[in-house]
């Protein structure tokens, strides 16, 4: 099952400037959607799943699940 979808579309840019701006937009929809995410998880009751989605997000080292 895939939960992410990236678009990149089937033409390619006209020049080397445009193709740098088209993954500069792909790499801020992915950062926005990180952040979505990961606020979504924020949000809910469980401590343990606030751990785990710090650790996933690189937000706390893995070793903080075992302290």
Known sequence: MSIVRLET???TAASPAA???RVTALRHRAAECLERAYGFL???P???ARLRAEILCG???AAA???
Do not use: H, I, M, Y
């Open 42 to 44: 924020q949000a809910g």
């Open 19 to 21: 193709e740098a701006e």
């Open 9 to 11: 579309g089937t033409a």
């Open 46 to 48: 469980d401590p343990w």
């Open 59 to 61: 937000a706390r080292p």
């Open 65 to 67: 699940l075992g302290s």
